[in-house]
């Protein structure tokens, strides 16, 4: 049974570094890509980046000099870091994973983790 | 990148109705287009994928079709259970971005 779960703090500071984590089970990492989706309250879903079974990344190029992830495949974890936090920063955080369809379909999602920024 | 654009950004129907939300991608992704439902409070839920195949479980009244820039996700005989958040997704390249949504709400 596949499943994902972030993990991390509800509140950053501004300016802060966010650091979250997405524990899996049900497959292995270097095996399928898993990709972080934010979502603003009450906005849509955006694409933030991903990282592939080989260990490959690829981030949205809006993020891209404030974002890294990473993974530790023993733990099945992937992690998210974020730099210079905004409120605008403020979302709930997905991990999510593809699957070996056409059109590679998101059909595993976690439940998601509400990181808010203020002080 | 590729950009996804969505329409309307919010619908209202009643229960029985028929609605259909539209796709454009900004080029060809030669059909591959998944379809997203979100209701509040809970993370999406995969319904179409390949702009025409229905995820297992999800129910037939959900149909999606189109090509190349075009796609479409078409709901017949609207349930309670529909009024929700549909989003398209690239589903061709990296990065895979989303559109921007619909909501649809009971009239």
């Known amino acids: 049974q596949v499943q994902l779960k972030e993990s991390g703090p509800g509140l950053v500071q501004p300016s802060q570094t966010l650091s979250l984590t997405c524990t899996v089970s049900?497959?292995?990492?270097?095996?399928?890509?898993v990709h972080w989706v934010r979502q603003p309250p009450g906005k849509g879903l955006e694409w933030m980046g991903r990282?592939?079974?080989?260990?490959?990344?690829y981030y949205n190029s809006a993020l891209k000099s404030r974002l890294s992830i990473s993974r530790d495949t023993s733990k099945s974890q992937v992690f998210l870091k974020m730099n210079s936090l905004q409120t605008e920063d403020t979302a709930i955080y997905y991990c999510?994973?593809?699957?070996?369809?056409?059109?590679?379909?998101?059909?595993?999602w976690g439940q998601g983790t509400l990181v808010t920024v203020s002080s | 990148d590729i950009q996804m654009t969505q329409s309307p950004t919010s619908l209202a129907a009643s229960v029985g109705e028929s609605v259909t939300i539209t796709c454009l991608a900004s080029e060809d992704i030669y059909g591959s287009l998944v379809w997203y439902q979100q209701k509040p409070g809970k993370s999406p839920q995969l319904l179409i994928y390949g702009a025409t195949i229905l995820e297992d479980g999800i129910p037939s009244r959900f149909s999606g079709s189109g090509s190349d820039t075009q796609y479409s996700l078409k709901i017949n005989s609207l349930q309670p259970e529909d009024f929700a958040s549909y989003y398209c997704q690239n589903g061709l390249s990296t990065p895979r971005t989303f559109g921007g949504g619909t909501k649809l709400e009971l009239k």
């Open positions: 999510t994973r593809d699957r070996s369809d056409y059109s590679s379909p998101f059909a595993y």
């Open positions: 990282m592939k079974y080989d260990g490959d990344t």
């Open positions: 049900g497959f292995s990492l270097m095996d399928y890509s």
